[in-house]
């Protein structure tokens, strides 16, 4: 067993960190991390659990620690929660001093030096690290995209063997991806926020990055051209998107790379059993039916037509934020990078 | 005053149509149709009235006649709420027996000698009058399109003036699209259903003949390629999309021609002051906050970004259904039709 | 293992009952029914599956029968799931038939030989099964309450030791009360329907018959006098409500007797390691947070102020319908009748 | 015309207010107040307005000014939306200055001479005006109660000639009382909170004040005992509320209570056709559809049955808020307080 933290423990993606690890067969959680007034408290004490599974109550005793490197002196890995503006410092903290971090921020995704990974997608992107070390650093930094992006990403991986230039992504986001306080009720009731700032930028250029080429010292961006429309609607987590590519196949053959997709990993203990899902149905995938799909790992796609365009859906903080990080942990000590 | 009537006038646009005539002022509402059952009642004992506004006293007395042309020998023009499949049918023996029909059923508006007609795009359709008149039938009928067309249509009317030929759009639409009945909580509560039969089509094609130009007896399809992808989410009323098209002017051109939009029509009492609103608040439009504007007649437009890309927004049931009929009827009265 | 069908098996309470049926230790589920128009073909044919968990596919190819007693000549209970005015004849003839019956339906509950059963509060209430024998039954038809009463009722279970004479209680209840269909969107988002048919009669009648003390061959009412005001409101599932009494004790002294409840059964499979859980915290029992304790079948308590009034929760078509039909059979299993 | 103001015109009440007084026959709206870094900036600039109805362009230039007495020196009556930790001062502060001041906040309410009013219901207690000027004050402060306290006495005073003593209320309020961003969408959506801070003790306070006796320099409260159970729903606006009374009159008679119902005041502009509305439907009232009765400040009543128990519904924001206030102004002006 490895002994892990979680930074930012407290939080909607914290939570789900918690709840994901709780009972990991590969990772022992040992550390929490909060700001500095909930510090020397029990977890217990200070969470306020608003997801909808039970408190896991083996965790609830652990004293919360401040978030800075001298807390996490039990630990080998850490998984980070934080906003991107406190992330940016305190992961590049915690990699100097020698620790593996598992980061859902998006302070450091775009660095040529850190691998911005999804498993099914980008495994060998891990060699980044080896540069980071080159560069001087006694731990690391592995990062995961962004909720949509992960979502998007997925859902091309199976058609990567076509060749095709241009997407189209509008998005249809859940509230859960702006936090528990991050869209207040009397704004999205019975309403579409048809903006989340800087989301479009990110599914623009994360997306060339993950689906890119290793070289030698960093990544060639995939020679593709992201254009997304971003759209906040009431659901309460699963983001759902109409995508569009130029893919000139014939559906039934976009059909088959999806019903015969097999990701490059396996045996990782948070992969599903499907990462992704076809439907047949005609009016599937739908974010309350299907986001828990694969304990919310699997990323459904459906509606195939000609176009190429589909609907593809995924649960955003857990494929797309905890779930992704905790899987780019496995894949790294899978990989012996620990 | 021309008397008409209303056929269908207890659903969820038959009800928007008693609002919208209630008080107007070229129509006086005389005639009311149902199903037998409710035929001979009262308005008022047989309407179950769910509109957010009160109602209209001054009609509730009319008495309910069956959907047939005897129950309308007192009107000249008769707005038709029918179902598709009842409407096929109902409006033909209208028509045939010398009634101006505006109608938002689906059944004809695709028939070659049929206008299908949003009065700021394609007012000059209405010259298909005469080829009806011509086929022997003394009445006629106009139709108005489906409510995402609408919204779209209206949307890209000001920029007719550009060279594109590809347009892509994902809807977002409100449940009182499929009636009062049409969604139930269970399906759409914390959800999206990303299916809604026939609207892709329908968008894809009455497009098409709407911006087309009218030859001598028939219309010449406009040359363009719509892809749309629709989608239903919770939200009550006002229809919101994605659209992409392949302008390729900057954008500060196409911001001016949103901006300086004039619609070749002018008087008309549904008329709003503005067809278009162009917003240049980076979060609008948002359906709750801006569906009703121009009283539900405007159409929204904002996040206007290279691609050329942005949202529209516009009421369904208003613009998109009955206040785009009763916009027809004023057209065809004022260009002295009737 | 008992053999045991369910009878109206694709509605909302159906899917339930298949749920917790379909991998249950004690009886195994062979026989499905639904209309006739279904009969014949695979469950997973005619079900659209609208619970979000995920479809037991073990269950799927079972080939749904006509509901009559013909189709159930494999089994010795049948749960019912059917609407009330079919329920009454179907019922009676497949008790008649030897049949055991647990019903959700309302049509029998207020029989007098017929036991309306809570395990938790009336276990001794199953002795009107042999009444029924008496009567010439070969089989025989226990009932589980309708969901608000289930609720209230175990809600008040740990303070019937107290003396009371009045129970208030105002409802919040979710939309999955009315099965899939049966409240559309349009009516409850944003909203609040302050009437459900008949419900508050059956609050006001069942507690009285549940909580009765069992005489010779009937049951004596509860002396309380109920009052309740029963509302919809747009919650997926897990109704809410107020509760009142005219408890005379302090607080504290009820505070104990919530928390140190101990029901007077065990040893069954799907009986809650809580039946009653209550809460300090200010703020519960919410619905969507807590609806699913004790896999949906843990009735929620908190809220308790001097009055004596308190706030109660539980899952609807778990606690208050599937599950407690369920859990009325193993009890009937468990003490030997079948 | 009479120039007044408005502290704190930026948040949820305050726009209400902008909303009410914009184009008001008997006030002149100079004078907008918010937070020290908006000061000098148009209110156009400054707020973000959220209203559904369109923004009053007549009052978007008006330059905002602190919150303070310097600001209000051409005006004559101040309207307060101001947070209760802030009116508290501000306010004394302005009614020291010779301002009158109608505050929707809570902080001075329970004051012995400041009145707190409810025109329709106890208009006479505005003769404690005289009890502060007594005091050495050269202006007063008038407030209004609490959204759901207002609902609940409106809904009570066509019973005052009945004899009672005992209230029992159970709301199910909406998200717009906790101000724009006080309720998160991932805390309400699919859910109920069965807590509002201080809420019960104001209903149960503010209602004995409203319904008592003005006496000579004080009021006696009324000889009721309520209590109150408030919850928060998924309802944008319109408080929804159960109440049980213990009249022992008929159903009958209770109901020409609420039919004939005429209230003591005329001639205000905000006052209501009428006050309070009596629904026969069995469903009725309900929020989204009722709540914009009498342009918002109609209180509906319905579901009148033994017990004597009935349903109530307002406009929290309206009725329940800024409206009130306006309406207390008028009744100040009328009656020549000014």
Known sequence: MINVG?????????QRFVQLLAEHPWFKLTTLTA??????????????WRLDVPFPDNIGDIRVSPTS????????????????????????????????????ASSHRMEPDIPLVVPEINPDHLALIDVQRDHGRDGFIVTNPNCSTIV?????APLRGFSFRNIQVATMQAVSGAGFEGVPAMGIYDNIIPYIGQEEQKMETETLKIMGTLEKNSVRSAPYHVSASCHRVP?????????WTDIREPVEKVKEAFVGYKPP?????????ESVHYFEEP?????RLD????NGMTVSVGRLREGIRFVAMGHNTIRGAAGASVLNAELISSKKYL
């Open 6 to 14: 979680v930074l930012g423990a407290t939080g909607a993606v914290g």
């Open 35 to 48: 700001s500095e007034r909930s510090a020397g408290k029990r977890y217990r004490e200070v969470v306020k």
């Open 69 to 104: 490197v001298p807390s996490l002196k039990d630990v080998d890995l850490v998984f980070s929660a934080l906003p991107a503006d406190i992330a940016m410092d305190v992961e590049t903290a915690c990699a100097n001093a020698g620790l593996a971090v598992c980061s859902n």
């Open 152 to 156: 998007m990403t997925l859902a091309l």
């Open 235 to 243: 659901v309460l987590d699963g983001h759902t998107m109409a995508i």
């Open 265 to 273: 990993i396996k045996g990782l203990p948070t992969q599903p059993k």
């Open 283 to 287: 009016d599937r995938p739908q974010p």
């Open 291 to 294: 986001r828990n799909r694969g």
